[in-house]
């Protein structure tokens, strides 16, 4: 039985990275694809409540592959992909090939990892890819890497409850010093507020002012400064550390709130 693959991405779904990828895809199994038709960079795991959702058939980059686009978020297209677009089953979710990195603290904000939480909600097997880079982006390698995680998974089972959010330096394969498997890292941006005023009213733009890397051994922003490929496994737990200095911290509040008790 073929294999089914649903690719998705946040740059829009006539992005160049998106149909790199799907080229590879299509080797190993039946691609569609679903994207939001405009770029939707930065809308993380959104999810459209409030607005109804127009769908599309688009023509495909690549002849005979089903295309759709969505007006709405990376997660609304997994949704609606999984829900009701796709023909056969889905047993596999790709997000990307994204341009720009998305490491640390931005697997928060990123429209591409975003879809890729969306296929996680689904407990399907979601692989985010993104490259380091917004200018002349080497997409080959993430794409052939694509196609050789696709194969593995198709291959064997993947492993339940998480998914792979990864990055590629920006570089042909000749100068890739390897692959690593990593946890999270920090990179942080100062947000810029920019006013302005169209004739009636003012506006802000938020502006991502330079990215803060704290670059640390076994992080993916470590593997990328070091030229290598970053594999960082994610799942949803955000729960943080149950420090004793919070816990005492917190320790009077059901008295405050006149609860009784101590903090359970
Ligand atoms: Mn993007």
Known sequence: MDLGILVTNDDGIYAPGLWMLVEELQKVGQVIVVAPDREQSGIGTAVTLHQPLRVRPVKPLIPKIKAYSVEGTPADSVILALGMLAENKVNLIFSGINEGANLGDDVLLSGTVGAAFQGYFHKLPS???SVASWENVHFDVAAKLGGLLASKIMAGSFPQGILLNINLPNLPVEKIEGIEFTRLGQRSYADLIKPGYDGKREYYWVV???????????????AIETGKISITPLHSNLTGNYEAS????LSSLP???RLGGALA
């Open 208 to 222: 991502r002012g330079n990215p803060h890397w704290t670059i640390e051994q076994g992080t993916d922003i470590g």
């Open 255 to 257: 008295r405050e709130l």
């Open 246 to 249: 919070l816990r005492e911290y």
């Open 127 to 129: 692989i985010a890819l």
